[in-house]
C-alpha cells in the first residue's frame, strides 16, 4: 500500500495535466498558432508512463507470496 498510493496520486496529477495541457492545445490550433504544450504533453507522457512502471513494478516485487 506504500507504493500504490504515490502511483495513484502520479496517475490523478498526470490525468489533470492532459486535461488541462490538451484545452490549451486546441485553443491555440484554433487560432492558428503552435504552442510548446505539444512538446510538454509529448514530454510529460514519457515522465509519469516512466513513473508508473516502476512505480507498478515496485508494487509487484515487493509483493510477498
Keep these: 500500500i506504500c507504493v500504490a498510493l504515490p502511483m495513484a496520486f502520479d496517475i490523478f496529477i498526470f490525468v489533470l495535466t492532459v486535461i488541462k495541457t490538451r484545452e490549451h492545445a486546441s485553443t491555440m490550433r484554433k487560432i492558428g498558432q503552435e504552442s510548446i504544450t505539444s512538446v ?26
Design 40 to 65: 510538454i504533453l509529448r514530454d510529460g507522457k514519457c515522465f509519469w508512463l516512466q513513473m508508473v512502471v516502476e512505480c507498478f513494478l515496485i508494487l509487484v516485487c515487493s509483493y510477498d507470496m
